[in-house]
Protein backbone atom coordinates (compact mmCIF):
# COMPACT_ATOMS: atom_id res chain seq x y z
CA UNK A 1 0.00 0.00 0.00
CA UNK A 2 1.61 3.15 -1.39
CA UNK A 3 1.36 6.08 1.18
CA UNK A 4 -0.83 9.10 0.63
CA UNK A 5 0.43 11.69 -1.14
CA UNK A 6 1.20 15.21 0.63
CA UNK A 7 3.16 18.69 0.19
CA UNK A 8 5.90 18.32 2.32
CA UNK A 9 5.74 21.91 3.52
CA UNK A 10 3.23 24.61 3.95
CA UNK A 11 3.16 28.27 5.26
CA UNK A 12 1.53 31.52 6.51
CA UNK A 13 1.20 34.53 8.42
CA UNK A 14 -1.28 34.97 11.52
CA UNK A 15 -4.64 35.01 10.81
CA UNK A 16 -4.36 33.52 7.74
CA UNK A 17 -6.41 30.31 6.11
CA UNK A 18 -4.23 27.61 4.94
CA UNK A 19 -5.02 24.07 3.46
CA UNK A 20 -3.07 21.19 3.34
CA UNK A 21 -4.30 18.28 0.51
CA UNK A 22 -4.08 14.62 0.71
CA UNK A 23 -4.57 12.52 -2.43
CA UNK A 24 -5.10 8.57 -2.62
CA UNK A 25 -6.71 6.80 -5.07
CA UNK A 26 -10.01 5.24 -5.29
CA UNK A 27 -8.98 2.14 -3.69
CA UNK A 28 -8.50 4.32 -0.18
CA UNK A 29 -9.51 8.12 0.00
CA UNK A 30 -11.95 7.76 -2.82
CA UNK A 31 -13.81 4.84 -1.71
CA UNK A 32 -14.53 5.66 1.57
CA UNK A 33 -15.72 8.38 4.62
CA UNK A 34 -12.82 7.32 6.84
CA UNK A 35 -10.11 10.17 6.13
CA UNK A 36 -8.62 11.23 9.66
CA UNK A 37 -6.04 14.35 9.85
CA UNK A 38 -3.52 14.02 12.79
CA UNK A 39 -1.19 17.18 14.22
CA UNK A 40 1.97 16.15 16.12
CA UNK A 41 4.46 18.48 17.52
CA UNK A 42 8.21 17.94 17.62
CA UNK A 43 8.80 15.22 20.07
CA UNK A 44 5.00 14.71 21.13
CA UNK A 45 2.41 11.72 19.92
CA UNK A 46 0.22 11.92 17.48
CA UNK A 47 -2.93 14.07 17.99
CA UNK A 48 -6.71 12.91 16.45
CA UNK A 49 -7.76 16.88 14.77
CA UNK A 50 -10.42 15.63 12.03
CA UNK A 51 -12.11 11.98 11.53
CA UNK A 52 -14.40 10.54 8.95
CA UNK A 53 -13.06 13.16 6.80
CA UNK A 54 -15.10 16.43 8.57
CA UNK A 55 -15.89 15.37 11.96
CA UNK A 56 -14.08 17.63 15.24
CA UNK A 57 -13.49 15.52 18.19
CA UNK A 58 -14.61 17.59 21.54
CA UNK A 59 -12.02 20.13 22.27
CA UNK A 60 -10.35 20.57 18.62
CA UNK A 61 -10.95 24.13 17.56
CA UNK A 62 -13.52 24.81 14.88
CA UNK A 63 -10.66 26.50 13.25
CA UNK A 64 -9.70 23.06 11.43
CA UNK A 65 -11.93 21.41 9.28
CA UNK A 66 -11.75 18.35 7.02
CA UNK A 67 -13.48 17.77 3.26
CA UNK A 68 -12.95 15.24 0.55
CA UNK A 69 -13.54 15.72 -3.37
CA UNK A 70 -12.83 12.61 -5.19
CA UNK A 71 -8.94 11.09 -4.29
CA UNK A 72 -8.01 14.01 -2.49
CA UNK A 73 -8.79 14.79 1.42
CA UNK A 74 -8.36 18.22 2.57
CA UNK A 75 -7.39 19.64 5.96
CA UNK A 76 -8.22 23.79 6.47
CA UNK A 77 -6.87 25.67 9.26
CA UNK A 78 -8.21 28.87 9.20
CA UNK A 79 -7.40 32.44 11.43
CA UNK A 80 -3.75 30.73 11.54
CA UNK A 81 -2.17 30.81 15.11
CA UNK A 82 1.42 29.94 16.36
CA UNK A 83 1.04 26.93 18.14
CA UNK A 84 -0.81 25.49 14.84
CA UNK A 85 3.18 24.91 13.74
CA UNK A 86 3.51 21.13 13.67
CA UNK A 87 3.67 18.51 11.13
CA UNK A 88 0.15 17.24 9.63
CA UNK A 89 -0.40 13.21 8.72
CA UNK A 90 -3.57 12.41 6.82
CA UNK A 91 -4.94 8.56 7.17
CA UNK A 92 -7.24 6.72 5.52
CA UNK A 93 -9.03 3.21 5.58
CA UNK A 94 -8.01 1.30 2.77
CA UNK A 95 -9.26 -1.91 0.47
CA UNK A 96 -7.18 -4.14 2.18
CA UNK A 97 -8.79 -3.50 5.08
CA UNK A 98 -5.65 -1.73 6.36
CA UNK A 99 -4.94 1.62 6.99
CA UNK A 100 -2.25 4.40 5.09
CA UNK A 101 -0.79 7.87 6.08
CA UNK A 102 0.57 10.16 4.20
CA UNK A 103 3.89 11.00 3.95
CA UNK A 104 3.23 14.30 6.25
CA UNK A 105 3.39 18.35 5.66
CA UNK A 106 5.24 20.43 7.86
CA UNK A 107 3.25 24.04 8.81
CA UNK A 108 5.50 26.81 9.52
CA UNK A 109 3.43 29.37 11.18
CA UNK A 110 5.59 32.76 9.41
CA UNK B 1 -9.10 10.26 32.56
CA UNK B 2 -7.77 8.27 29.55
CA UNK B 3 -4.58 6.48 29.66
CA UNK B 4 -2.81 4.63 27.18
CA UNK B 5 0.93 3.59 28.61
CA UNK B 6 3.19 1.42 26.06
CA UNK B 7 6.17 -0.10 27.58
CA UNK B 8 8.67 -3.38 26.25
CA UNK B 9 10.61 -1.12 24.35
CA UNK B 10 14.35 -0.76 24.62
CA UNK B 11 17.49 -2.21 22.56
CA UNK B 12 17.47 -5.12 20.61
CA UNK B 13 19.72 -7.45 18.74
CA UNK B 14 18.94 -7.84 14.90
CA UNK B 15 16.77 -10.95 14.34
CA UNK B 16 15.84 -10.46 18.05
CA UNK B 17 12.13 -10.23 19.04
CA UNK B 18 10.37 -7.91 21.16
CA UNK B 19 7.06 -7.91 23.03
CA UNK B 20 5.63 -4.03 23.43
CA UNK B 21 2.65 -3.67 25.84
CA UNK B 22 -0.33 -0.74 25.89
CA UNK B 23 -1.55 -0.62 29.15
CA UNK B 24 -5.26 1.08 28.81
CA UNK B 25 -7.76 2.58 31.60
CA UNK B 26 -10.44 5.37 31.32
CA UNK B 27 -12.86 3.78 28.51
CA UNK B 28 -14.55 -0.12 28.07
CA UNK B 29 -11.33 -1.35 26.88
CA UNK B 30 -12.94 -4.26 25.39
CA UNK B 31 -15.69 -2.36 23.07
CA UNK B 32 -12.64 -0.46 21.33
CA UNK B 33 -10.34 -1.20 18.32
CA UNK B 34 -6.83 -0.93 19.16
CA UNK B 35 -4.00 0.05 16.54
CA UNK B 36 0.13 0.29 16.61
CA UNK B 37 1.73 2.49 14.74
CA UNK B 38 5.47 3.85 14.50
CA UNK B 39 7.37 6.63 13.53
CA UNK B 40 11.17 6.14 12.60
CA UNK B 41 13.38 8.80 13.83
CA UNK B 42 12.98 12.23 11.54
CA UNK B 43 10.31 10.06 9.38
CA UNK B 44 6.31 10.22 9.18
CA UNK B 45 3.80 8.16 10.57
CA UNK B 46 3.41 4.23 9.24
CA UNK B 47 0.40 2.35 10.05
CA UNK B 48 1.06 -1.53 11.30
CA UNK B 49 -1.58 -3.39 12.49
CA UNK B 50 -5.10 -3.23 14.75
CA UNK B 51 -7.04 -5.98 16.13
CA UNK B 52 -11.26 -5.76 17.03
CA UNK B 53 -12.56 -5.57 20.71
CA UNK B 54 -12.82 -9.31 21.13
CA UNK B 55 -9.80 -10.07 19.37
CA UNK B 56 -11.79 -12.11 16.48
CA UNK B 57 -10.43 -9.58 13.74
CA UNK B 58 -6.59 -8.79 12.82
CA UNK B 59 -5.02 -6.58 10.08
CA UNK B 60 -1.03 -5.82 9.50
CA UNK B 61 0.04 -3.86 7.36
CA UNK B 62 1.98 -6.07 4.35
CA UNK B 63 5.51 -4.69 5.30
CA UNK B 64 5.47 -6.59 8.71
CA UNK B 65 2.81 -9.13 8.27
CA UNK B 66 4.18 -12.40 9.35
CA UNK B 67 6.92 -10.69 11.35
CA UNK B 68 4.71 -8.87 13.77
CA UNK B 69 1.30 -9.92 15.51
CA UNK B 70 -1.21 -7.66 17.24
CA UNK B 71 -3.39 -9.28 20.38
CA UNK B 72 -4.95 -8.59 23.50
CA UNK B 73 -6.10 -9.68 27.00
CA UNK B 74 -9.37 -7.32 27.72
CA UNK B 75 -9.25 -9.06 31.47
CA UNK B 76 -5.76 -6.80 31.47
CA UNK B 77 -7.05 -3.74 29.48
CA UNK B 78 -3.65 -4.48 27.59
CA UNK B 79 -2.68 -4.62 23.63
CA UNK B 80 0.41 -6.39 22.82
CA UNK B 81 2.44 -6.32 19.36
CA UNK B 82 4.66 -9.21 19.38
CA UNK B 83 7.94 -8.19 17.19
CA UNK B 84 10.10 -10.63 16.13
CA UNK B 85 13.27 -11.45 13.29
CA UNK B 86 13.81 -7.82 13.70
CA UNK B 87 15.93 -5.42 11.82
CA UNK B 88 17.50 -2.00 11.84
CA UNK B 89 14.72 -0.48 9.78
CA UNK B 90 12.51 -1.37 12.39
CA UNK B 91 13.95 1.51 14.97
CA UNK B 92 11.17 3.28 15.76
CA UNK B 93 8.56 5.03 18.50
CA UNK B 94 5.83 2.58 18.42
CA UNK B 95 2.64 4.41 19.67
CA UNK B 96 -0.58 2.45 20.76
CA UNK B 97 -4.11 3.87 19.82
CA UNK B 98 -7.70 2.72 20.52
CA UNK B 99 -10.38 4.42 18.42
CA UNK B 100 -13.52 6.42 19.51
CA UNK B 101 -16.64 5.72 20.06
CA UNK B 102 -18.28 6.69 16.93
CA UNK B 103 -15.81 6.97 14.30
CA UNK B 104 -12.65 6.21 12.49
CA UNK B 105 -10.49 8.07 14.80
CA UNK B 106 -7.63 7.20 16.67
CA UNK B 107 -6.54 8.43 19.97
CA UNK B 108 -2.55 7.65 20.70
CA UNK B 109 -0.43 6.87 23.63
CA UNK B 110 3.10 8.74 24.62
CA UNK B 111 4.82 5.80 22.25
CA UNK B 112 7.99 3.34 23.31
CA UNK B 113 11.28 3.65 21.65
CA UNK B 114 12.60 0.29 19.93
CA UNK B 115 16.07 0.41 18.92
CA UNK B 116 17.35 -2.47 16.87
CA UNK B 117 21.06 -2.89 16.59
CA UNK B 118 24.42 -5.03 17.12
Known amino acids: QSALTQPASVSGSPGQLITISCTGT?????????VSWYQQHPGKAPKLMIY???NRPSGVSNRFSGSKSGNTASLTISGLQAEDEADYYC??????????FGGGTKLTVL | EVQLVESGGGLVQPGGSLRLSCAAS????????MYWVRQAPGKGLVWLSR????????SHADSVKGRFTISRDNAKNTVFLQMNSLRAEDTAVYYC???????????WGQGTLVTVSS
Open chain 1, 52 to 54: DVS
Open chain 1, 26 to 34: SSDIGGYNY
Open chain 2, 51 to 58: INGDGSST
Open chain 2, 26 to 33: GFTFSRHW
Open chain 1, 91 to 100: NSYTSSNTFV
Open chain 2, 97 to 107: GYQGSGGSGVY
